[in-house]
Protein backbone atom coordinates (compact mmCIF):
# COMPACT_ATOMS: atom_id res chain seq x y z
CA UNK A 1 0.00 0.00 0.00
CA UNK A 2 2.90 2.43 0.82
CA UNK A 3 4.66 1.58 -2.45
CA UNK A 4 1.28 2.14 -4.35
CA UNK A 5 0.82 5.39 -2.54
CA UNK A 6 4.57 6.74 -2.96
CA UNK A 7 4.14 5.76 -7.29
CA UNK A 8 0.88 7.93 -7.01
CA UNK A 9 2.29 10.92 -5.18
CA UNK A 10 6.03 10.66 -7.24
CA UNK A 11 4.04 10.24 -10.76
CA UNK A 12 1.47 13.68 -9.08
CA UNK A 13 4.38 15.84 -8.57
CA UNK A 14 6.53 14.90 -12.32
CA UNK A 15 3.40 16.12 -14.30
CA UNK A 16 2.36 19.00 -12.09
CA UNK A 17 5.95 20.40 -12.59
CA UNK A 18 6.81 19.22 -16.08
CA UNK A 19 3.22 19.99 -17.18
CA UNK A 20 3.05 23.79 -15.54
CA UNK A 21 6.96 24.22 -16.27
CA UNK A 22 6.39 23.72 -20.01
CA UNK A 23 2.40 25.34 -20.49
CA UNK A 24 3.96 28.36 -18.54
CA UNK A 25 7.21 29.15 -20.44
CA UNK A 26 5.66 28.08 -23.86
CA UNK A 27 2.64 30.92 -23.00
CA UNK A 28 5.90 33.24 -22.35
CA UNK A 29 8.01 32.60 -25.32
CA UNK A 30 4.84 32.47 -27.63
CA UNK A 31 3.79 35.84 -26.16
CA UNK A 32 7.67 37.68 -26.70
CA UNK A 33 8.29 35.93 -29.71
CA UNK A 34 5.34 37.37 -31.34
CA UNK A 35 5.57 40.79 -29.88
CA UNK A 36 9.03 41.47 -30.45
CA UNK A 37 10.42 38.78 -33.04
CA UNK A 38 14.08 39.00 -31.34
CA UNK A 39 15.76 36.34 -30.55
CA UNK A 40 17.89 36.70 -28.08
CA UNK A 41 14.73 39.00 -25.97
CA UNK A 42 12.88 35.54 -26.82
CA UNK A 43 15.74 33.02 -24.96
CA UNK A 44 16.15 35.40 -22.08
CA UNK A 45 12.88 36.11 -21.18
CA UNK A 46 12.81 32.40 -21.99
CA UNK A 47 15.43 31.65 -18.96
CA UNK A 48 14.09 34.02 -17.19
CA UNK A 49 10.98 32.12 -16.98
CA UNK A 50 12.37 29.31 -16.95
CA UNK A 51 14.19 29.22 -13.59
CA UNK A 52 11.99 31.42 -11.55
CA UNK A 53 8.80 28.86 -12.46
CA UNK A 54 11.48 26.25 -11.64
CA UNK A 55 11.71 27.57 -8.31
CA UNK A 56 8.15 28.36 -7.80
CA UNK A 57 7.28 25.83 -8.58
CA UNK A 58 9.51 23.29 -5.84
CA UNK A 59 8.70 25.84 -3.05
CA UNK A 60 4.68 25.69 -3.75
CA UNK A 61 4.88 22.28 -3.81
CA UNK A 62 6.97 22.60 -0.24
CA UNK A 63 4.27 24.50 1.17
CA UNK A 64 0.86 22.83 0.14
CA UNK A 65 2.06 19.45 0.65
CA UNK A 66 3.36 20.83 4.49
CA UNK A 67 -0.19 22.02 4.74
CA UNK A 68 -1.36 18.88 3.82
CA UNK A 69 0.46 16.98 5.91
CA UNK A 70 -0.33 19.31 8.61
CA UNK A 71 -4.06 18.76 8.10
CA UNK A 72 -2.96 15.11 7.38
CA UNK A 73 -1.68 15.50 11.62
CA UNK A 74 -4.59 17.26 12.74
CA UNK A 75 -6.89 14.74 11.54
CA UNK A 76 -4.61 12.29 12.98
CA UNK A 77 -4.54 13.08 16.41
CA UNK A 78 -8.40 13.48 16.15
CA UNK A 79 -9.19 9.90 15.14
CA UNK A 80 -6.40 8.84 18.11
CA UNK A 81 -8.99 10.99 20.52
CA UNK A 82 -12.06 9.62 19.39
CA UNK A 83 -10.90 6.16 19.42
CA UNK A 84 -9.77 6.01 23.19
CA UNK A 85 -12.88 8.33 24.12
CA UNK A 86 -15.39 6.65 22.26
CA UNK A 87 -14.34 3.36 20.73
CA UNK A 88 -17.73 1.44 20.48
CA UNK A 89 -18.89 4.61 18.33
CA UNK A 90 -15.13 4.24 16.34
CA UNK A 91 -16.06 0.61 16.45
CA UNK A 92 -19.50 0.48 14.40
CA UNK A 93 -17.85 2.94 11.99
CA UNK A 94 -15.28 0.07 11.04
CA UNK A 95 -17.94 -1.69 11.02
CA UNK A 96 -20.11 -0.08 8.71
CA UNK A 97 -17.07 0.47 6.17
CA UNK A 98 -17.24 -3.30 5.67
CA UNK A 99 -20.33 -3.58 5.84
CA UNK A 100 -20.64 -1.35 2.68
CA UNK A 101 -17.54 -3.29 0.99
CA UNK A 102 -19.91 -6.65 1.27
CA UNK A 103 -19.22 -8.61 4.57
CA UNK A 104 -22.11 -10.05 6.66
CA UNK A 105 -22.26 -12.57 9.49
CA UNK A 106 -19.28 -13.92 11.08
CA UNK A 107 -16.52 -12.68 8.40
CA UNK A 108 -17.67 -9.16 9.21
CA UNK A 109 -17.37 -9.74 12.68
CA UNK A 110 -13.81 -11.37 12.69
CA UNK A 111 -13.12 -8.46 10.29
CA UNK A 112 -13.88 -5.80 12.78
CA UNK A 113 -12.32 -7.84 15.71
CA UNK A 114 -8.77 -8.26 13.84
CA UNK A 115 -9.06 -4.14 13.11
CA UNK A 116 -9.74 -2.81 16.22
CA UNK A 117 -7.35 -5.42 18.35
CA UNK A 118 -4.71 -3.55 17.13
CA UNK A 119 -5.18 0.32 17.45
CA UNK A 120 -1.75 1.10 14.58
CA UNK A 121 -4.20 -0.71 12.01
CA UNK A 122 -7.40 0.65 13.35
CA UNK A 123 -6.33 4.12 13.08
CA UNK A 124 -5.20 3.49 9.42
CA UNK A 125 -8.18 2.26 8.49
CA UNK A 126 -10.58 4.96 9.98
CA UNK A 127 -7.82 7.11 7.98
CA UNK A 128 -7.85 5.60 4.75
CA UNK A 129 -11.81 4.88 4.91
CA UNK A 130 -13.28 7.33 6.45
CA UNK A 131 -11.25 10.45 5.10
CA UNK A 132 -9.44 8.98 2.39
CA UNK A 133 -6.09 10.59 3.75
CA UNK A 134 -2.60 8.62 3.74
CA UNK A 135 0.46 9.15 5.52
CA UNK A 136 2.69 8.23 2.53
CA UNK A 137 0.87 11.03 0.26
CA UNK A 138 2.18 14.22 2.70
CA UNK A 139 5.54 12.32 4.57
CA UNK A 140 8.05 13.98 2.27
CA UNK A 141 7.60 17.55 1.17
CA UNK A 142 11.35 17.61 0.64
CA UNK A 143 11.49 15.26 -1.96
CA UNK A 144 8.08 16.29 -3.41
CA UNK A 145 9.58 20.37 -3.87
CA UNK A 146 12.62 18.63 -5.46
CA UNK A 147 10.82 16.47 -8.13
CA UNK A 148 8.52 18.81 -8.89
CA UNK A 149 11.29 22.04 -9.15
CA UNK A 150 13.32 19.42 -11.87
CA UNK A 151 10.32 18.38 -13.97
CA UNK A 152 9.22 21.63 -14.37
CA UNK A 153 12.69 22.82 -15.09
CA UNK A 154 12.62 19.97 -17.48
CA UNK A 155 9.85 20.67 -18.89
CA UNK A 156 10.33 24.49 -19.55
CA UNK A 157 13.57 23.76 -21.86
CA UNK A 158 11.29 21.92 -24.29
CA UNK A 159 9.47 24.79 -25.97
CA UNK A 160 12.96 26.97 -25.13
CA UNK A 161 15.45 24.96 -27.03
CA UNK A 162 13.91 25.58 -30.51
CA UNK A 163 14.73 29.16 -30.11
CA UNK A 164 18.10 28.04 -29.62
CA UNK A 165 18.75 26.31 -32.14
CA UNK A 166 16.41 28.14 -34.93
CA UNK A 167 15.03 31.72 -35.53
CA UNK A 168 11.64 33.05 -33.83
CA UNK A 169 9.44 32.54 -36.90
CA UNK A 170 10.68 28.48 -37.18
CA UNK A 171 11.15 28.21 -33.34
CA UNK A 172 7.78 29.15 -33.01
CA UNK A 173 6.91 26.09 -34.89
CA UNK A 174 9.14 23.59 -33.37
CA UNK A 175 7.92 24.96 -29.80
CA UNK A 176 4.37 24.66 -30.75
CA UNK A 177 5.01 20.60 -32.11
CA UNK A 178 7.42 20.05 -29.58
CA UNK A 179 5.11 21.17 -26.37
CA UNK A 180 2.16 19.17 -27.83
CA UNK A 181 4.41 16.21 -28.73
CA UNK A 182 5.99 16.51 -25.19
CA UNK A 183 2.32 17.19 -23.46
CA UNK A 184 0.70 13.73 -25.47
CA UNK A 185 3.55 12.03 -24.64
CA UNK A 186 3.60 12.32 -20.95
CA UNK A 187 -0.29 12.00 -20.79
CA UNK A 188 -0.24 8.24 -22.49
CA UNK A 189 2.46 7.48 -20.34
CA UNK A 190 0.35 8.56 -17.26
CA UNK A 191 -2.45 6.64 -18.55
CA UNK A 192 -0.94 3.60 -19.12
CA UNK A 193 0.33 3.72 -15.82
CA UNK A 194 -3.07 4.74 -14.26
CA UNK A 195 -5.07 2.17 -16.39
CA UNK A 196 -7.04 5.09 -17.97
CA UNK A 197 -7.60 5.50 -21.71
CA UNK A 198 -3.99 6.56 -22.60
CA UNK A 199 -5.11 8.14 -26.11
CA UNK A 200 -7.43 10.40 -24.57
CA UNK A 201 -5.08 11.51 -21.56
CA UNK A 202 -2.88 12.23 -24.07
CA UNK A 203 -5.05 14.26 -25.89
CA UNK A 204 -6.26 16.16 -23.08
CA UNK A 205 -2.91 17.28 -21.95
CA UNK A 206 -1.92 18.06 -25.83
CA UNK A 207 -5.12 20.53 -25.68
CA UNK A 208 -3.60 22.32 -22.44
CA UNK A 209 -0.63 23.39 -24.76
CA UNK A 210 -2.76 23.78 -27.81
CA UNK A 211 -4.77 26.62 -25.25
CA UNK A 212 -1.73 27.72 -23.90
CA UNK A 213 0.01 28.49 -27.52
CA UNK A 214 -3.26 30.22 -29.16
CA UNK A 215 -3.16 32.69 -25.62
CA UNK A 216 0.64 33.01 -25.70
CA UNK A 217 0.01 34.21 -29.44
CA UNK A 218 -3.06 36.06 -28.80
CA UNK A 219 -1.10 38.07 -26.19
CA UNK A 220 1.86 38.66 -28.13
CA UNK A 221 0.00 39.54 -31.38
CA UNK A 222 -1.93 42.56 -28.95
CA UNK A 223 1.45 43.90 -26.59
CA UNK A 224 3.18 43.96 -30.49
CA UNK A 225 0.27 45.94 -32.00
CA UNK A 226 -0.26 48.06 -29.21
CA UNK A 227 4.09 48.89 -28.87
CA UNK A 228 3.75 49.33 -32.44
Not at 138 to 160: E, H, Q
Request: with cysteine; proline share 2%; hydrophobic share 50%.
Amino acid sequence: MEEKHSKRALIRDIILGGQDGLVNVLGVLLAVATATNDRKIVIISGLAATFAESISMAAVAYTSIKAADDYYQHRLSQEQREIEEKPDEETQEIRDIYRAKGFRGGLLSQIVRKITSNKKLWLEEMMSHEHQLFAEDYSKPVKSAVVVGAAALAGSFIPLIPFMLADVKTGIILAIIFSIGALFCTGAATGKLTGVDWKANGAIMALVGMGAAIAGYAIGYFLGAVVV
